[in-house]
């Protein structure tokens, strides 16, 4: 029986694959200021299939390891990663600007590297990405924190993001 998609369906396979791209994305920008490479250098040799056998046996895996059986999404999410990494890195001094205002108490530098990295990402989709709400934005900053930071990862980025959201105004909506 052929069914087609409704909105909800498309919505969620989209939200999958801007699931999928984020968790590229942080990954690339961990491995970009880890290793010290460049931009280029990260996005031309990443690999994704290094997050596949990452989160393979993860609860939360799911999502990644279901788009990775459907090569368009797989593109899709990578291309998606690709932007979220280039904008990241051409808008980093004003990211971190604006990080660096909400976090009264901490220093950029003396912050996690993922936590550091989470949060320019959701930044950055705060800033320039107007059609993911901002509620998305900070919900999947919050999974991305718990999922890959320490134990109060989610909680610091939670709350650095709630006051940035409610301190500016940021394009688009909320929910």
Do not use: C
Request: hydrophobic share 40%; net charge negative; no cysteine.
């Amino acid at each position: 029986m052929s069914r087609r998609a409704g909105a909800g369906e498309t919505r969620g396979r989209s939200a999958s694959k801007r699931r999928a791209g984020r968790e590229m994305a942080l990954q690339m920008l961990y491995q970009r200021e880890m290793g010290g490479a460049t931009t280029p250098q990260v996005l031309h040799h990443y690999n994704p299939v290094d997050l596949l056998e990452a989160v393979r046996d993860e609860p939360q895996g799911d999502t990644l390891v279901a788009i990775s059986a459907q090569p368009t999404q797989m593109r899709e999410a990578l291309a998606y990663a690709h932007r979220l990494v280039e904008g990241a890195a051409q808008h980093l001094g004003e990211i971190d600007e604006l990080i660096r205002e909400q976090a009264e108490h901490w220093r950029l530098e003396r912050m996690s590297v993922v936590d550091r990295n989470v949060l320019r990402l959701a930044v950055y989709e705060l800033l320039h990405e107007p059609d993911v709400p901002k509620l998305v934005v900070l919900d999947e900053a919050i999974e991305l924190a718990k999922r890959f930071g320490s134990e109060q990862s989610g909680r610091f980025v939670n709350g650095l993001l709630d006051g940035l959201l409610r301190s500016r105004h940021f394009p688009g909506s909320m929910t």
